[in-house]
Structure formats: C-alpha cells, structure tokens
C-alpha cells in the first residue's frame, strides 16, 4: 500500500503564516496593555535615577493594569486613535500597591483635549499618597514629618565661580553634568548637580566658589500650584499641603478652593460656581467637599529643573499607567556620536 503524499498549496502556507503573525500581534498587545510595557526617557528632570535614552519597562501587574479607555487606536502608537468610543476607567486587581519613592509613568494630568489613556506619558517619582501631609521646607520634602530626600541621588541648581576659567568636556564628563551652562564670561556657571558633586568641584583648583541656588519664601509664588494669592509657595517652601484621598471630606471656602477646583471641575465631573464668598457645586450651596477618588503628589529627582506636582498640581489615580521596573537599553545622545551605556543595561531603578 503506497501512502499519498499530502500537497500543502502556496495559498494554505500563506494563511497559516498571517494566522501566526495575528497570533503573535495579539499576544504582544495583551502583554503591552495589561502586563509590561516599555517606555523612553527624555528629558533630564529624573536625574540622577534615569537619564535621557534609558530604554525602561514598566510593571502595569503591580498596582493593576488600567483597562484602555480609548478602544478605537492603531497599537503601539499613541497618537493614532478614535475618540467616538471612550469606556469608563477600570483596572484589573492590584498584586501590590504603590509606596513612596516608586517611579512612575502616567498621562499628564493638565491636559484637557486628549482621552486620558492618549495625553502625554511623564515619569517620575511619587513622593505623596493619598491622605499625607507634605511640606518642603528650605528644599527639605517632609511627608507626615519625615524627610525621604536623604534616600535619593537628588539634583539642585548650584551657582559655581571660577577664576575666569572655563569648564572643559572632558571635566564635565568626568562630573557626569549634563544640564546647565555658562551664565558670565568671566567665569560664573551655573549647573545641576548632586550635593556630592558640587563638593568635588569646589576642590578643582581653579573654582573659588560654590553656592546652591535657593527661593526665598513667598518668592516667584505664581510659578506654582496653585498659582493664588493664599497659597505663597514656591519650589524651596511648599504646604503644608494634605493630600486628597478617596471618600475624605474637606472643608472649602473662597480661599483654599483653588487647591480642589480642577479635582471638582475636571477630575470629578461637578459643575462648580463660585458667587461672591458661596461655592455653589452641583446647584447647592456648600462648605466641604468630599472626594470620590484617590491622588498623588510627584516630584523630579533633579529638583530645580522640573515640572511636576509643585507646578501643575495632583495626580488622578485614573492617569497612572505603571511602575518603572528597570532599564533594559541606554544610549547617550548628549554628543554628537552616540554610545550605548553598557553599564545601565538590565540595571535596577532606585
């Protein structure tokens, strides 16, 4: 008995083919939106934790994976999508939950256009659970009147003094300091830099000084949340300030409403009125507020070159995507031939 040979025609090898390519692409979507996703850095504001070219993946599993609101999107692209169907925000389980001092990736909260899952993705590290009371005082951050500064490689804007000599690449790589410059030909700089750094510096034979840069209380006030009269705060002096936590009530009047208006207005969807000294919300006339959802307060790691809570204000819980797990590619593009930081490659985040 001769057994046939079964012929495979050219068109089922094709079909057999795209069904592992869509097999594949499913796969890789459910892992991106629900398990781990990777993320570039950009900008210099985490240093010296994460630096511009780190190539990070973020753990979504941790504190529970943010179901897509934006349904209608071309995956893996953030900026190609419908808006016509947006489903309300909802997470799967939570297998831990965020603490102080995680790094993490969310949408930028201030923007009011996009769909949430679809605004500017930021990182940085959160410093203020909901319920805490925090303060900055003299550059300190206090959460409940402990400091957690002294835990990070923090960066600050110091004034540096030579005697008209410049800064070299070679001694500004050495420093590792990339952001900053020159801001007097006769010698004066001013970089950002670790407190360590600063005092290594300040022993090259040719700087005669070197001074930390600082606000004074109730200087430069409007640069910062929540940008009023009452709230006299800076980067340096900032709150005491509690933050606002899920079914907590406060009480609010015409003087502190500006710390809760875009929680009442934006993030949770009331009408809000204020007459004279009455805040009217929803129609009625009221003197506190009780809050439906959890935020968060985020800072930068590199202090005086930042953009985070200080200036724009809370986190909404529905915005964050992740935690920064670890870095996974690094490549320095500061000079005009880029290398690969071999030594941050599958390294920890601190």
């Known amino acids: 008995m001769f057994w046939k040979k079964k012929k495979i025609s050219k068109k089922s090898h094709i079909k057999e083919w795209i069904k592992a390519v869509i097999i594949a692409v499913l796969i890789a979507i459910f892992i991106r939106t629900f398990i781990i996703q990777s993320f570039t850095v950009t900008s210099v504001q985490m240093e010296n934790s994460l630096y511009a070219g780190d190539y990070i993946f973020v753990n979504k599993l941790k504190f529970g994976a943010r179901f897509p609101v934006t349904i209608l999107s071309l995956p893996f692209t953030n900026n190609i999508y419908a808006d016509w169907i947006q489903i309300p925000y909802w997470r799967l389980p939570a297998f831990g939950s965020l603490k ?8 930028y909260p201030v923007e009011s256009d996009p769909p949430i899952d679809k605004r500017v993705r930021y990182i940085k590290r959160l410093i203020g659970l909901p319920g805490d009371t925090l303060k900055i005082d003299d550059k300190i951050l206090y959460i409940n009147n402990k400091s957690y500064d ?16 410049h800064f070299t690449d070679s001694i500004l790589n050495r420093y590792h300091i990339t952001d900053g410059g020159i801001v007097a030909d006769m010698g004066i700089f001013d970089f950002f830099i670790s407190p360590n750094i600063a005092d290594s510096i300040l022993n090259l034979p040719f700087v005669n000084n070197v001074r930390i840069l600082k606000e004074f209380p109730s200087e430069n006030t409007w640069s910062y949340f929540p940008q009023n009269n009452y709230y006299n705060w800076n980067k340096d002096y900032y709150g005491p300030l509690i933050i606002p936590q899920k079914e907590k009530t406060v009480q609010i009047n015409t003087r502190n409403i500006a710390l809760y208006k ?15 000294d009455k805040i009217i919300i929803n129609g009625i006339e009221t003197n506190s507020y009780t809050f439906k959802n959890n935020y968060y307060f985020v800072v930068d790691d590199n202090r005086d070159n930042a953009k985070d809570s200080r200036f724009w204000g809370f986190l909404p819980e529905n915005h964050i995507i992740g935690i920064a797990s670890f870095i996974w590619f690094s490549i320095d593009n500061s000079d005009e031939r880029s290398s690969v930081r071999w030594k941050r490659i599958f390294s920890g985040i601190n």
Not at 151 to 159: A, F, I
Not at 262 to 267: A, D, K, Q
């Open 100 to 107: 102080h001092g995680d790094i993490i990736v969310f949408n």
């Open 150 to 165: 002294t835990l990070y490689n923090l960066k600050y804007k110091y004034r540096i003094v030579t005697d008209g000599t």
């Open 262 to 276: 875009r929680i009442i207005e934006v993030y949770e969807n009331n009408k809000l009125f204020i007459d004279g």
